[in-house]
């Protein structure tokens, strides 16, 4: 579904963010990407989403090539991004009035998310994670065959994150699109994806990739889950390692 | 202390507009007030339709130019001569365009003077009777608003959005880039028609501003000009981290419309390299249009000339303005449409 081959990102100051990343991720998969600040995890979320342009390489989403953002790619920011002055159901719909059929499809949205209650209510009256929540909603009302999720529940308490992440795969159950999401919480990475893909270095590449085979819903006090975390700890310190000694080198 | 002095100079160093903004803007002015801040009149165009009486010497400041008209009022309406001087029985009747304040001025000195020297002329003002300098200004008022509105308010709410993060959010949204882009001025586009009319009411109601002309012509020239400016704020928007940034840079194109546009000092008045930057500027031409649509009654053919450079200016700015909001918002489908 998203395919990035030999992608290179270098930014207009000269940073090279991205080097030489190839990356595939199938249909109905969920990624998570996980790395140390800097180490260009969100520079690859934009590029998927025509947000940035690669410097050299290409990437696909559904067999054709990235040219711009695209209604077939949802994405969910770090701040929910909001409208102050409009409602849940309004800031859900915003952008769609043109087309037939949203209003079912925006109660849809908005009751997978579970604020069919707060329907009304304006950004001011949620909680930071309704707010998140309407966010992901926003994004899913035209069902995006992909879902980009950048570091979206970073700014919640853990109660109301582990919350949204169960919320988050119960939305993802709906339709089952494919989610890239960008975290720096190995247990959120590994509570909801199918593949970790550890980033590090600089410029950013992939380190190394884990495979979560746990059926679901996985059980984060499970013996097996504990190996998972030692197994991406691991590799995300070996990552850090490398990169502060290539930063002292 | 001496850490601190040398924290703020490495500071301004590092933000070259405000710089920039410490350096130009002193020579700009400079520039403009020993060039441009100029009321004296130096040449006053006289059209003699009938030909000029034999054995008239005329004053150096009056110059003939020969005219495509032959009505009096027209010639003026036109823009063709500031003075027409027709026959009138055994005398001379002097009509003088009134719109041209200065120029006026100095003719009805002129010719005042003339007949208290003998010469048989009386003079008449059109268009502007008591050459009230509010009827000369309030058009050219109505321009600055528009300009106010479209470039620094425009500019302002736009990087607003950036910073805010909503700009990169519609990016992302199921709208299409136009509809952002004219999403987002409309609204300006709105409040500018607006207080442009209160502007021009207030003028009419308070300071008797006359409106000789077409509402429409007025109103259509006011929309070419409204393209120009929120244009010029879509520009400055994209070129600007933070609203401040936007602010410098609205008042770096504000200033040289107000004071070489002829809004202020007339533009025969000012050196010609100065002139010439005059006439690159978008309230030059609202401000030949406004001042004669309102006060000469001007008809469309009367300012086709400023019509058709706003026109350019429109074209060109909002052209450009459109292709960096698109750049902007999505980088990769510009670039892929470049």
């Not at chain 1, 997978?112 to 209650?117: C, E, K, P, Q």
């Not at chain 2, 308070?206 to 020239?221: K, Q, R």
Request: glycine share 8%; charged share 20%; proline share 6%.
């Amino acid at each position: 579904m998203i395919e990035m081959h030999q992608v290179s990102k270098r930014f207009d100051t000269g940073l090279l963010a991205v080097s030489d990343l190839d990356l595939e991720v199938e249909a109905s998969e969920i990624v998570a990407v996980i790395g140390p600040s800097g180490c260009g995890k969100s520079t690859v979320l934009r590029l998927i989403a025509g947000l940035d342009v690669p410097t050299t390489g290409s990437v696909s989403v559904a067999g054709h090539e990235v040219r711009g953002p695209d209604p077939s790619v949802g994405v969910v920011f770090q701040e929910p991004r909001l409208m102050p002055w409009l409602s849940v159901e309004r800031n859900v719909s915003f952008g769609l009035a043109r087309h037939e059929g949203d209003q079912s499809l925006v109660a849809e949205a908005i009751e997978r998310v579970g604020l069919s209650a707060f329907a009304g209510a304006l950004p001011k009256e949620l909680s930071g994670g309704m707010a998140s929540r309407t966010a992901i909603a926003r994004a899913l009302v035209t069902k995006p065959p992909v879902l980009l999720l950048d570091e979206p529940f970073s700014s919640l308490d853990a109660f109301t994150r582990v919350d949204l992440q169960e919320h988050l795969l119960e939305v993802w159950s709906w339709y089952r699109p494919t989610m890239f999401l960008v975290t720096h919480d190995i247990d959120e990475a590994l509570v909801l994806a199918d593949r970790v893909v550890v980033f590090g270095g600089r410029p950013g590449s992939i380190q190394t990739e884990v495979i979560v085979d746990l059926p679901r819903p996985r059980d984060r006090t499970d013996r097996s889950f504990h190996s998972f975390q030692d197994l991406a700890m691991g590799e995300l310190r070996r990552s850090s390692g490398e990169r502060f000694a290539s930063r002292v080198s | 202390m001496w850490a601190m002095v040398i924290k703020e100079v490495r500071q301004v160093r590092r933000d070259r507009r405000t710089l920039a903004m410490m350096i130009v803007m002193p020579i700009m002015l400079l520039v403009v007030f020993g060039y441009a801040a100029s009321f004296d009149v130096t040449t006053i165009r006289v059209a003699f339709p009938e030909g000029i009486p034999d054995g008239a010497s005329l004053p150096d400041l009056l110059e003939p130019v020969e005219t495509s008209r032959t009505e009096p009022d027209e010639i003026l309406r036109y823009g063709e001569a500031d003075v027409v001087v027709t026959a009138d029985g055994p005398g001379l009747v002097a009509l003088v365009d009134g719109s041209q304040l200065f120029t006026a001025r100095a003719a009805v000195q002129v010719f005042t003077s003339a007949s208290a020297q003998g010469v048989p002329v009386v003079t008449d003002v059109l268009f502007n009777p008591e050459l009230d300098t509010s009827a000369v200004l309030v058009p050219g008022l109505a321009g600055l608003v528009l300009l106010f509105v479209g470039s620094l308010i425009t500019s302002l709410g736009v990087v607003r959005e950036r910073q805010a993060g909503t700009l990169e959010q519609l990016a992302v949204m199921p709208l299409r880039p136009r509809d952002v882009f004219v999403g987002k001025i409309a609204p300006y586009f709105v409040v500018a028609a607006i207080d442009m009319v209160i502007v021009l009411v207030v003028g009419w109601l308070l300071f008797d501003v006359p409106f000789a002309g077409s509402i429409w012509l007025l109103a259509l020239g006011a929309v070419l000009f409204l393209f120009v400016t929120l244009g010029a704020g879509v520009l400055i928007s994209t070129v600007s981290e933070n609203q401040g940034q936007a602010i410098q840079l609205a008042i770096m194109t504000l200033l040289p419309q107000v004071l070489l546009s002829g809004l202020i000092f007339p533009l025969e008045s000012m050196a010609a390299g100065v002139r010439w930057i005059g006439y690159l500027l978008p309230l030059t031409y609202f401000n030949q249009i406004a001042r004669g649509v309102m006060l000469r009654g001007a008809p469309f053919d009367a300012v086709a000339l400023p019509f058709a450079l706003l026109a350019v200016l429109g074209l060109a700015v909002f052209g450009l303005a459109v292709l960096r909001f698109r750049a902007d918002l999505a980088p990769s489908r510009a670039q892929s449409t470049a």
